[in-house]
């Protein structure tokens, strides 16, 4: 299971339109060998939190612009627990003031990227986080 | 660790049934899965939405979906794409182009990429698809990148495939060549509300034309305006579960032939196989005993070999 290619739901929650950047991030993480689902914009973030319990998801990834983040993200990490997938990692990219970063590392956000952000790091950063996120439910 | 999973799974609980299919996808204790899923009481009706590239499948699918939900049938969809032979990976983006149901149990979406390419993603789809059926989903969706020789071996393990085709999209020659229109039990003319239908349409004929025996429907669809959605799953619905089809001994031949091609693509590249080249290239076989071997590797291998 070590080696299988990590799979990575990618969206945009809310009413931002700009996917510039998450199409830019979606390349350089299949590149990497990831197998990215991109699930696009305007998602719901309930549509979100299904598409990741459907697609096994070891990751989601969102992109904010909107500044809606303390509305949204939340909501959508309450959802995930809800649903069973407190084992997925989440990501946000997007603008995020200084000042909400501790706010959403503290709601249970791994990791926050802002703009500028290196794609390589990104791609470090999944690739570093311990794999065995799994071991809670498929036990 | 196995045995919980399937518990999960014998309960409904999707969440088991996503974890299976990523193991099943990865080639990962996939005999252990199959032997402990539930008997499914009903048969799903297996659908393949094939086609060329750009042809719209996901967009359609999207549209069948919601069709499928009128007539109160559940759905599972399974997107399958090519993983990036270079890299491993793989960007599925399927999902995009079909409306979300979060709220709907009745619909599954799952896109796919096997490691190893379209080969070995068709070695794994009769346990991706017996997982999804055992679940209990009434319809299956089957999503594949339309590329010829490949999707003989998908028409074995469905019952109805749909070949999507669009205007302006090559002439009539290049179905030809790729066997596409062979393959297909409905043929649908895509993007129709698109200038140029008529054309693909004449084209599309003529070239059923020259084939003999039963042809296909072909039915115009524009995912668009919603045009000949609902007659398409009518088409769909109209034709016979082929894989519960027992009396026809030339079914059962063709099933073989393209059982065969499938457990082909996924022998050839294991040690056995290359060992046996091996020592035929250098003499060290004769042909016919060759012939013999690779015979034997075939009927013994399993057809989820990773």
Request: aromatic share 4%.
């Amino acid at each position: 299971m070590s080696n299988a290619p990590l799979r990575v739901v990618l969206a945009k929650v809310g009413l931002d339109g700009h996917d510039r950047g998450i199409k830019v991030v979606a390349r350089a993480l299949r590149d990497a060998g990831f197998h990215v689902i991109y699930a696009g914009l305007w998602q719901t973030p309930e549509a979100v939190v299904r598409a990741v319990a459907d697609e096994d998801a070891d990751w989601l990834g969102i992109s904010l612009l909107s500044g809606a983040h303390m509305t949204l993200m939340p909501r959508l990490l309450q959802l995930l627990r809800e649903a069973g997938l407190s084992h997925v990692g989440v990501l946000v990219g997007g603008i995020i003031p200084e000042d909400d970063v501790p706010k959403l590392l503290e709601l249970g956000v791994a990791k926050v990227f802002g703009p500028g952000t290196p794609l390589d790091d990104i791609v470090a950063f999944l690739q570093q986080a311990p794999r065995d996120r799994h071991a809670s439910t498929a036990s | 660790m196995l045995a919980p999973l399937l518990e999960r799974f014998r309960q409904r609980d999707r969440l088991a049934l996503a974890r299976l299919l990523s193991l099943v996808a990865r080639g990962e204790q996939t005999e252990e899965i199959l032997a402990g899923l539930p008997t499914t009481a009903k048969p799903a009706r297996v659908v393949s939405i094939t086609g060329p590239g750009g042809v719209g499948k996901s967009s359609l699918t999207g549209k069948l979906i919601a069709e499928i939900r009128r007539h109160h049938l559940s759905v599972a969809v399974l997107a399958c794409d090519p993983q990036s032979p270079l890299s491993g990976g793989a960007l599925l983006g399927d999902r995009f182009r079909m409306p979300a149901h979060p709220d709907d149990d009745g619909v599954f979406i799952r896109s796919l990429a096997a490691a190893g390419g379209q080969g070995a993603l068709a070695a794994h789809l009769p346990a991706l698809l017996q997982l999804v059926e055992s679940f209990g989903f009434e319809v299956i969706l089957l999503e594949t990148v339309g590329a010829g020789q490949g999707d003989t071996a998908v028409r074995a393990l469905v019952d109805v495939v749909v070949l999507l085709l669009q205007p302006e999209t090559g002439d009539e020659l290049q179905w030809e060549k790729a066997g596409l229109l062979e393959v297909a039990d409905v043929i649908a003319l895509h993007k129709a509300d698109l200038p140029g239908i008529d054309r693909a349409e004449a084209q599309v004929l003529a070239a059923l034309g020259l084939s003999a025996g039963p042809t296909p429907p072909v039915l115009r669809v524009s995912s668009r305006t919603g045009q000949g959605i609902a007659d398409l799953w009518q088409a769909i619905r109209a034709l016979p579960l082929r894989r519960g089809l027992r009396r026809d001994a030339d079914e059962l031949f063709r099933l073989t032939r393209e059982w065969l091609a499938v457990r082909f693509a996924a022998v050839r590249a294991t040690p056995p196989c290359t060992a046996l080249l091996d020592r035929w290239r250098t003499g060290q076989v004769r042909t016919e005993a060759a012939v013999r071997e690779l015979l034997r590797l075939l009927s013994d291998s399993p057809l989820d070999h990773d």
